[in-house]
């Protein structure tokens, strides 16, 4: 099990969110409307088919975990 764990942890979506931190983490924000308007820009600039890619690569990862129980 823990060699499952393992292998689904490295296998997230960390360049995807990495991408989306970024121009975040270099900015400091002066209230949280303006954090909510810059992370929503951010999520908009994501191409749909990257989205699509990731939330199925997501929803088979959760599948690989569920069987695995």
């Known amino acids: ?5 393992d ?6 979506i960390c360049d995807e969110t990495t991408k989306l931190k970024l121009p975040l983490r270099s900015h400091r924000f002066d209230s949280i409307e303006e ?4 992370s929503l820009n951010e999520l ?6 990257v989205f ?16 695995a129980l």
């Open 44 to 49: 908009k600039a994501i191409p749909e088919n």
């Open 35 to 38: 954090i909510q308007k810059n």
């Open 7 to 12: 292998s689904i942890r490295k296998k997230r």
């Open 1 to 5: 099990m823990k060699r499952l764990r």
């Open 52 to 67: 699509q890619g990731a939330f199925e690569d997501w929803k088979n990862r959760w599948h690989v975990v569920v069987h």
